[in-house]
């Protein structure tokens, strides 16, 4: 399904990420499998893809860091003339009360989870733009979409990068580029993992198909807005989240 395509994932040393990086990879693209600080991992996905007979390699960059993307990108398009898919999934928690959180835990997750989706479009769109091209599916969350109690930054920034979607869709679908978010609803990674068994059980009751997602869940529906499947969709928010939000 995407036989020749180069596709960059951020975030894909592990979780979702790391998912997206390997279901793109088995349909036949070239993956760049970004991660900020976790090399090894980055290491082991890259090296899970090429085993399974896929193309892979990691990259360096910090998301939140707009000169770094372009150095990023820039190196891609050095290394294989192109780039047809992004997927902005590099993302952080920093959980607190509103009256508890402090400005450096709210700064900290907008430059990721926010401000990153727009440094890597902002430079990526240079060759999405020239190739006349461009899948770009941007991680969101279903906190982005309901706001979540404790989560005041990452909500922001969630909803931001429903914002960002929308407008990057309007400016760019003329020139034949893509651009959607996937709203995730509880997915089971390391992000998830500190919740408490009292926590979980209270999700899980909110979730009309009765379970947890997968990493799988998200990467299955990250490869169709990725592909020429949903040529004819973009601007949207795709809800993943078994029914949590309707
Ligand atoms: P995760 O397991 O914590 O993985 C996060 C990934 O992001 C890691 O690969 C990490 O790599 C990378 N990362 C963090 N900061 C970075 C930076 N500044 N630059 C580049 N990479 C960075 O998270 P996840 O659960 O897979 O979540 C993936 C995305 O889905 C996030 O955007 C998250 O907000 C969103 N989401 C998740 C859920 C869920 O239930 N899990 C629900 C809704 C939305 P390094 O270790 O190398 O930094």
């Keep these: 399904m995407l036989t020749d395509k180069i596709a960059l994932v951020t975030g894909a040393s592990r979780g979702i990420g790391a998912q997206v990086a390997k279901t793109l990879a088995a349909e036949g693209a070239f993956v760049y499998v ?40 820039d190196k891609i398009i050095a290394d294989k003339g192109r780039l047809d898919i992004l997927v902005n999934n ?15 835990a709210f700064d900290a997750v907008i430059s990721t989870n926010l401000k990153g989706c727009f440094n890597t479009i902002r430079h990526a769109s240079r060759f999405f733009l020239k190739q006349r091209s461009g899948k770009i599916v941007n991680l969101s969350s279903v906190s982005g979409v309901m706001g979540n109690a404790g989560q005041a930054n990452y909500s922001a920034a969630k909803a931001g ?6 407008s990057v869709a309007r400016e760019l679908s003329s020139r034949g580029i893509n651009c959607n ?66």
């Design 34 to 73: 970004n991660y900020n600080g976790s090399k090894e991992r980055a290491d082991e996905v890259v090296n899970e893809i090429i085993s399974a007979g896929g193309q892979a390699e990691a990259i360096q960059c910090d998301v939140a860091d707009f000169n770094a993307c372009k150095e990023m990108t």
């Design 90 to 104: 590099a993302g952080i928690t920093r959980d607190d009360l509103l009256m508890k959180m402090s400005e450096e």
């Design 161 to 166: 990068v429903i914002g960002l979607t929308k």
């Design 181 to 246: 978010a996937i709203a995730p609803g509880f997915i089971e990674t390391e992000m998830t993992a500190a919740m408490t068994d009292k926590a979980r059980e209270t999700t899980i009751a909110m979730i009309p198909l009765g379970r947890t997602g997968k990493t799988e869940d998200i990467a299955k529906a990250v490869l169709f807005l990725a592909s020429d499947m949903s040529d004819y969709i973009t601007g949207q928010v795709l809800s993943v989240d078994g029914g949590m939000y309707m």
